[in-house]
């Protein structure tokens, strides 16, 4: 039996009722299984001896004896306290909420005490505190051990959900199977399944702790990579779709990367040349599109990189082998951009593009899907109505997903569902880490372009304390006198659009616009956009700014992307330690798309807190983006990264992609190996593998 096929509620172990198991539910435990999925978050070794006296080197596990009690406060409000001591000094034990310790540390009575302590009103003190009787011995599990400490919620404590555990393991455990198959575990001296989750919970010591940790660890990584790898293969069976892969790469003499005819003509009407990070994409997507299954790549650069020039290259081979492309983007205004430039791109080719989004009025809108329909459309740029349930293609070969991560599963797979297994194309220029590309896309083939179109002038970061900001404004005024434009970008629209801090402390785009364009910038044309602002007025605000019609652009992150101005040379970002990393250098990479050098003014609060400076001084100290991105995954996980938690595959239990990034790799490199061998996963060793993900598979279905 594997661990996730035990199906027994929790309420089949002794001493959890209705409401224990009610307070579990709180936890997400309401099955035997997800109890012994619970990890501990940390362990306590009450195997040495801390007396009190060393209060302030750690957690005490010492014996004392009782010596007083009294209390403090009234009414509801009254307090037991405790006074106890051991061979070394005295202590006193405030018990909040535990009236019921009056009857059990009675003067004269010992016990074992295990805690945190610390100084105060002259005394050592603690809070949080556990004991148990000298005469319980060490049979009770609860001293002279490694014990585990978890993550609790309101009803539950550590004692209740340690013996919970131990029910769970005695009873359960030592029936279940290896889901490691034997020769990984003999060659890595993992340990057997029931061991493992035993010493997980209850280690006999630190070095049992931590190959139960390795255990555990390359296991859900193991079976991660597995299910990743298993739909890479279940894509690469798919045929070519309605068109025959052999005849696109003969028809006009061109195989194997070649650049087509139409995409040389494109090349031959820019002012500027390809990088050779565009190149070698552009050969690669090729190469791709001509092979025998349908091309699966996600597309990586830093803002600028030219990513969306790379993606026009395969639009155009798409269509040169008689198909029609979508290429979709998360917002209208970006969605617009897209089928602006691929107007002034491609239609003078001879293409035929379209622009669908929810905003396009009846007439209009039906005339324009039954061409979509009909063939009559080669290019179609849009929003999620790509996807909806009318729209009807032709012939749909390829479909280009742009900052994929603001799109869930469902609606990348809704658009695919769209053509007869079309190409995709997903672009990201929020750069992904290679743990979490390994992780969330490790079924994709990636490109990375690293390098940047000539001529391009790096960004200068400045970093100003919001008391500090008139100095910035100054710096702001010289670069308007000089014909250039400006961002401020604000957290809020407006004061009390955040429920978790006193408004007033809190600049917002909405009150702020109204100060830049009275008090600080008069004479300056300026402009407000955010995500309430409806979307033809968007556009028009946005047609203003790049015409230069507005000197100053008053928004929340709405112009994190898809806003390229090349004259605006100054971004300021106020209130910047309420932004993420990874929103932050978008936010730089709107300035610096021109020849004149461009300035970022991060602007933070006066009382900037210590991890808020870790965060702003990467940013002041790197322009790479990926290197960004590797920085805001350490400081706030992978669980909250954008459109992580969309992807259908982060939900570990005890493993961490990157600080286990070497047990990442290495179990991906046996995952894809066992499936290249045996892809069906049919040889007796593999039996393990195969009986997991069809009765018990860790983490669900898998998106896309």
């Known amino acids: 039996m594997f661990l996730r096929e035990i199906n027994q509620p929790v309420t089949k172990l002794m001493g959890i009722g209705q409401i224990a198991a009610r307070n579990l539910a709180r936890l997400g435990i309401t099955g035997v299984s997800g109890l012994l999925c619970h990890y501990p978050r940390d362990w306590e070794d009450r195997s040495r001896s801390v007396p009190l006296a060393a209060w302030h080197s750690g957690r005490i596990c010492t014996e004392v004896q009782v010596l007083a009690q009294d209390w403090f406060g009234f009414g ?417 629209i407006e004061s009390g659009d955040d429920l978790t801090t006193v408004s007033s402390q809190v600049k917002d785009a909405v009150s702020m616009a109204d100060t830049l364009a009275r008090d600080v910038f008069p004479g300056h044309s300026l402009a407000l956009i955010h995500s309430k602002v409806e979307d033809d007025k968007k556009q028009q605000i946005m047609d203003s700014f790049r015409r230069g019609e507005v000197k100053i652009l008053a928004a929340t992150s709405v112009v994190e992307v898809g806003v390229d101005v090349p004259n605006a040379t100054c971004m300021i970002i106020e209130h910047a330690e309420r932004f993420g990393l990874a929103a932050l250098h978008q936010l730089r990479g709107r300035v610096g798309r021109g020849d004149a050098q461009s300035y970022c003014f991060l602007i933070y609060s006066d009382k900037l807190t210590g991890d808020g400076k870790t965060r702003l001084k990467v940013m002041l100290e790197n322009s790479d983006g990926f290197v960004i991105s590797e920085e805001d995954l350490k400081l706030r996980g992978p669980g909250q990264i954008a459109g992580i938690e969309q992807s259908g595959y982060l939900k570990l239990g005890i493993a961490d992609p990157v600080r286990d990034a070497g047990e990442l790799s290495r179990a991906r490199e046996d995952a894809f190996g066992i499936l290249e061998r045996d892809p069906l996963l049919e040889r007796g060793e593999h039996q393990c593998i195969r009986e997991v993900l069809e009765h018990a598979p860790p983490f669900g279905e898998l998106g896309m």
């Open 76 to 492: 509801r409000m009254k307090t037991l306290k405790v006074h106890v001591e051991d061979d070394s000094a005295r202590a006193c034990l405030v018990c909040f909420n535990r009236p019921f310790l009056q009857k059990q540390l009675v003067p004269g009575s010992r016990f074992r005490l295990f805690g945190n302590f610390y100084y105060k009103y002259g005394e050592i003190q603690s809070t949080a505190f556990e004991v148990e009787p000298v005469s319980s011995g060490a049979g009770s599990g609860m001293s002279g051990s490694i014990l585990p400490v978890y993550p609790l919620t309101a009803g539950l404590n550590q004692g209740m959900l340690r013996k919970f555990m131990q029910q769970a393991l005695k009873q359960f455990a030592p029936s279940l199977s290896n889901e490691i198959p034997e020769n990984i575990i003999a060659r890595d001296s993992l340990l057997k399944k029931p061991e493992a989750l035993r010493a997980i919970h209850f280690p006999s010591s630190f070095d049992e702790l931590e190959k139960a940790k390795l255990t555990l660890i390359y296991e859900e990584l193991f079976y991660l990579q597995i299910m990743v790898g298993c739909r890479a293969l279940e894509r690469r069976k798919s045929p070519a779709g309605t068109r025959s892969r052999k005849e696109i790469t003969t028809n006009g003499g061109f195989s194997q990367g070649v650049k087509t005819p139409l995409q040389l003509r494109l090349l031959e009407r820019l002012p500027f040349s390809l990088t050779s990070g565009q190149e070698a994409a552009v050969a690669e997507l090729n190469r791709d599109m001509e092979g025998p299954f349908p091309m699966a790549r996600l597309l990586q650069g830093d803002v600028g990189s030219g990513k969306t020039l790379v993606s026009f290259l395969a639009i155009l081979k798409t269509v040169e082998g008689g198909g029609q492309a979508a290429l979709m983007a998360p917002t209208e205004l970006l969605a617009r951009q897209h089928a602006e430039n691929t107007a002034r791109l491609l239609e003078p080719l001879g293409l035929r593009i379209a622009f669908l989004t929810g905003n396009i009025k009846t007439a209009g809108r039906t005339q324009l899907l039954k061409a979509l329909k009909a063939g009559d459309i080669d290019i179609v740029a849009g929003t999620h109505a790509l996807f909806s349930r009318d729209v009807e293609y032709s012939n749909l070969s390829l479909v280009v997903v742009d900052e994929q991560h603001r799109f869930g599963v469902l609606q990348r797979q809704a658009i695919m569902a769209k053509g007869d297994f079309p190409d995709l194309l997903m672009m990201s220029a929020t750069p992904i880490p290679r743990s979490l590309a390994l992780t969330v896309f490790g079924d994709l083939d990636v490109t990375v372009i690293k390098d940047m179109p000539p001529g391009r002038k790096p960004v200068k970061t400045h970093l100003a304390k919001n008391s500090n900001a008139e100095k910035v404004y100054d710096y702001v005024r010289r670069e308007l006198a000089a014909g250039r434009q400006a961002y401020f970008v604000y957290p809020l």
